[in-house]
């Protein structure tokens, strides 16, 4: 198992080194630079002064060379910094981007295997029951609802609706609150004050990305159930006099949970892309618009940064995924 | 169960109550966030949120105002011919060089107390002489001069000169005794660099040194100061910047407790969001950069304006409008004769230019009949003007031996025998639906005089990369071409947009503006008058002239001028825009008078004199 970790750690590096290669080139190679607008703006600039700003800027070198260099400064921990934001791609991106993006998209998908779960298990045992059409029936509505119209009704329910109709403003439009943990550290703001601004302004776009989830999950639990709980195993238990419950939540959970972690695994790099669209609607900061505006601003640093880390989540959390295939299924081994 | 609702409904609400009136603050909504501020040479860009938050903070030497004219702000007074401070001479090869001597205010100071001097003006001048230093305007740079007489005077040379030298602040102050330690060190690590081999390292070095005072960062742990009516004090990137009132700003009204204490930009990027943030009162007011025009006239927003608030729609310089290819070496423009300025007479007397605006723009975004604004002091009135006339429209093109064919589309037979139809090429930017509307409008009228339009749209990126955009000489596109440009008053001044030597050709690297090879001799050489012309009095003629010469060639087909909407809370007063405030029409005029009614603030500028209010 040892040596199988080391040699697919060794594959990654000129996987990766691959994948950085065809980020650099597709960014690069989307028609026009960063300098087109300003030259258009200044038609009085002269062919000179335009090359020197090309040069100060980098543009001027072949993509070759810019990439290898992008490289040697990238493995020594320096990604450049923001043509659009100034700061240096790795702040902006880890620091302010990323953690915004993993509080947005881990509560969500808390919150969606929270209610997937214990509802897809209820639908499973109360198979055609009135529940279960109910909870299916909601289902695929959450399923075929896209999640930037969803957004859009919730923001009028409760930024429009309710607070013209009961004169009460319960949630913001969209955005984050001007209220950082550093707040609350300095004393500048209270645990509690900062936990209710976050929670109001997370309730809308954590609900709308985590819909589309739930209902996906709810209905892979109730079908990975319904398939367990059909199982000689399960049948035997019974047969035995094993407690529903214990038939219910030690047998059968355990193995209809597996087709579940299984996706769960497959979303976890997801998690860090952020989710563009929620966060467009809910004008949310994020992993996604800053990828989304990047590539669209043509700020190639940040666009790198921002690729490639996820470029070696996938690689990574592949091998996460084949190592724990091998801890879950003792068939399973590697050498 | 009962109580516990109602108490948390009740906080949530009150952290949401409207704030404005009860603690003089100001929160304006905006759908783009700056990157850093206190950039004033552009080394990062230049992005219009940042230069309006920028007005709030930090003042120039002069002040346009909402007339569009020069007031002293940090001189003592403006330099003019007449009071001797603008000194004109000639130069060996005939152009002119201008000296203006400025004197500053005895009674200004930073925000930290520290005076405004000489130096300040001396470090930004050292600042955009500095080889590697990406300034976004080299060529003003490149002939600009600055020479310190003592602590309060100095001379700012500009040689050779041009008439939009006059326009504006001559050069941008900043704190040298903050920033200048700092600047010290960036100089000493460039020192060890090679300018040839590691001039990006250098260009990063120096956007890196405007970053360092002007980030989220910087701001937060007050790394600089300000000269203008507010400071910046807390910005939370993503979610918002909050300004408080500078007490050392040498303006601020003498009751000044009755204006703002505080202003808070939220950044609300999605302008749907915006638009619900507006309705449900979480912003005050809107920037120059918020919701779209389409936007401004919903009915979300319209219909709750009542006894709320006043949406403006304030014209712009904004210039939408068509360029048409007129190389005619490709065979395409030479078939339609699109280099026939009776083509072009053709095509604009077929759209109904006046009908679009009223039904697309509610008559709020007038129809233009040359490049330059109603509003800029150049502007001529009396240029030719073309109806919306489709038998004359038609008459030229028969005129041109063009006839209608079976399908009602022109066609006629070219000189060595081939038969082609009006088929007209129509390219804008993608997505854009205010755009596509218009697009639709035109295609529609332009198929009634026998034109019919292939739309040829792509995404902003794509038509806008010099690839395609700079490339109709290569028939990158062959027809007509629609999009805006935006304009200062200097930009009107310089007017090098349709130079004949600005057409993107192989002989200037197809560089320039001219984008669809536009090409009046005439239109150049009044050009080329009027900013020799340092006299403004004797060169808004020539301008105006050139503006005639324009309509007559129709170097370009004029649509329309936009408005900018603004949605500003009723009680707010002196948060007014106008077409050239400040430059590019940004609000507000005055930001030291920006106040509440309810707190005793006076109105001292009326937005109906500049923009027409929604009803």
Same mark, same amino acid.
């Given at each position: 198992? =040892? ?117 897809? /298990? ?43 109709? =009961? ?148 690689? =990574? ?14 068939? /399973?081994?590697?050498? | ?200 390292? *250098? ?16 701001? &937060? ?56 943030? *507006? ?31 006043? *949406? ?67 502007? &001529? ?16 093109? @028969? ?44 295609? @529609? ?114 649509? *329309? ?55």
């Amino acid at each position: 198992m =040892f040596n199988y970790i080391l040699r697919r750690l060794g594959q990654m590096l000129p996987l990766l080194f691959l994948a950085s290669v065809a980020i650099f080139t597709l960014v690069s190679l989307q028609p026009g630079d960063p300098l087109d607008e300003l030259r258009m703006q200044n038609p009085m600039m002269t062919p000179e002064q335009f090359e020197a700003l090309r040069r100060a800027h980098g543009l001027d070198q072949p993509i070759h060379v810019r990439y290898f260099k992008w490289l040697g400064r990238a493995v020594n921990g320096d990604l450049g910094r923001s043509r659009t934001y100034g700061v240096p791609a790795a702040e902006f991106i880890f620091e302010q981007r990323l953690p915004r993006t993993l509080v947005l998209t881990i509560t969500s998908l808390t919150i969606a295997l929270l209610i997937a779960i214990p509802v897809g /298990i209820f639908t499973a045992v109360r198979q055609y029951s009135a529940g279960d059409y109910t909870i299916t029936f909601l289902s695929f509505v959450g399923l075929s609802t896209p999640n930037f119209f969803l957004g859009i009704i919730l923001l009028y329910l409760f930024v429009i609706f309710i607070p013209e109709t =009961f004169g009460v403003r319960a949630l913001p439009p969209g955005g984050i609150p001007d209220l950082m943990w550093s707040d609350v550290q300095v004393g500048r703001a209270t645990a509690g004050e900062f936990i209710r601004q976050w929670a109001t302004h997370l309730v809308l776009p954590v609900f709308t990305l985590a819909t589309g989830s739930m209902a996906a999950w709810t209905r892979f639990m109730r079908a990975s159930m319904l398939e367990v709980l059909n199982q000689d195993y399960v049948r035997t238990a019974r047969s035995k006099g094993v407690s529903e419950r214990k038939v219910l939540y030690k047998h059968a959970l355990r193995n209809g949970l597996i087709p579940i972690i299984t996706l769960v695994g497959l979303s976890m790099p997801a998690l860090f892309n952020g989710a563009l669209l929620t966060e467009t609607v809910f004008s949310y900061p994020g992993m996604g618009r800053a990828i989304f505006d990047s590539l669209v601003g043509k700020d190639y640093n940040v666009a790198m940064a921002a690729l490639v880390f996820i470029a070696i989540l996938v690689v =990574f959390f592949n091998l996460v995924a084949d190592i724990l295939y091998a801890v879950v299924d003792p068939r /399973i081994r590697y050498d | 169960m009962y109580r516990f609702v109602t108490t948390l409904v009740l906080a949530l609400a009150l952290g949401f109550a409207f704030a404005g009136p009860q603690d003089n603050s100001l929160t304006v909504g905006t759908s783009q966030e700056p990157v850093v501020l206190g950039d004033l040479l552009n080394v990062l860009g230049s992005m219009a949120i940042a230069s309006e938050v920028e007005l709030w903070n930090y003042v120039g030497l002069y002040r346009i105002d909402l007339d569009a004219e020069l007031e002293p702000e940090l001189v003592t007074e403006v330099a003019t011919v007449e009071n001797g401070r603008l000194v004109i001479t000639e130069l060996p090869d005939g152009a002119q060089e201008v000296e203006a001597t400025l004197t500053l205010r005895d009674d200004i100071v930073w925000s930290d107390g520290h005076p405004i001097t000489t130096d300040d003006v001396a470090f930004v001048y050292e600042l955009s002489q500095t080889p590697g230093m990406s300034l976004s305007s080299p060529d003003y740079y490149a002939r600009l001069g600055v020479e310190v007489i003592d602590e309060r005077e100095f001379v700012v040379t500009w040689s050779p000169a041009q008439s939009s030298d006059l326009v504006g602040s001559p050069i941008p102050v900043l704190p040298a005794h903050v920033m200048r330690p700092v600047w010290d060190d960036v100089q000493s690590t460039v020192a060890g660099l090679d300018p040839e081999v590691d001039a990006a390292r *250098i260009g990063e070095i120096y956007r890196g040194f405007f970053t360092d005072f002007g980030s989220p960062a910087a701001i &937060n742990e007050g790394r600089t100061v300000y000269n203008g009516p507010f400071m910046p004090v807390r910005w939370t990137p993503g979610s918002a910047l909050r300004l408080e009132r500078n007490p050392n700003y040498h303006l601020h009204p003498e009751n000044q407790d009755a204006y703002l204490r505080s202003v808070e930009y939220r950044f609300i990027t999605d302008t749907n969001a915006l638009l619900f943030a *507006i309705v449900s009162g979480a912003v005050d007011v809107t920037s120059s950069v918020s919701i779209t025009f389409d936007q401004a006239l919903s009915p979300q927003i319209t219909a709750r304006a009542v006894d709320r608030y006043d *949406i403006w729609f304030v014209p712009s310089a904004t210039w939408e409008h068509l360029d048409i290819n007129q190389f005619s070496h490709l065979q395409q423009v030479s078939d339609l004769m699109l280099d026939d300025v009776r083509t072009r007479r053709a095509i604009i007397h077929g759209i109904d230019r006046q009908s679009m605006s009223e039904a697309l723009f509610d008559g709020l975004q007038p129809v233009s009949h040359a490049n330059v604004s109603p509003f800029d002091f150049t502007y &001529n009135p009396d240029v030719r003007q073309y109806a919306y006339d489709p038998e004359q429209s038609v008459a030229y093109l @028969e005129e041109l031996g063009w006839s209608r064919g079976a399908d009602g589309i022109m066609q006629r037979t070219t000189e060595d025998g081939r038969t082609v139809r009006f088929e007209l090429e129509f390219v804008t930017t993608a997505g854009n639906a205010v755009r596509e509307r218009q697009q639709q409008f035109i295609a @529609e009228d332009l198929r009634q005089v026998g034109i019919e339009v292939r739309i040829n749209n792509a995404p902003a990126s794509v038509v806008f990369a010099p690839d395609f955009l700079s490339r109709a000489y290569d028939g990158a596109w062959t027809g007509m071409f629609m999009f805006a440009w935006v304009s200062s008053q200097a930009s009107v001044l310089n007017a090098a947009g349709y130079l004949c030597r600005n057409a993107p050709t192989p002989e200037n690297d197809f560089a320039g503006q001219n984008l669809g090879g536009a090409c009046s001799p005439e239109f150049d050489e009044l050009r080329d008058q009027a900013v020799a012309e340092l006299d403004l009095d004797l060169a808004v003629p020539i301008y105006q002239e050139m503006q005639a010469v324009f309509a007559e060639e129709l170097l370009a087909i004029p649509l *329309i001028f936009r408005s900018n909407p603004f949605v500003v809370t009723q009680g707010v007063v002196n948060y007014v825009a106008s077409t050239f405030n400040q430059g590019y029409g940004y609000p507000p005029a005055a930001p030291e008078l920006v106040g509440w009614v309810q707190n005793g603030a006076e109105q001292v500028f009326d937005q109906a004199d500049y923009g027409e209010l929604y009803e």
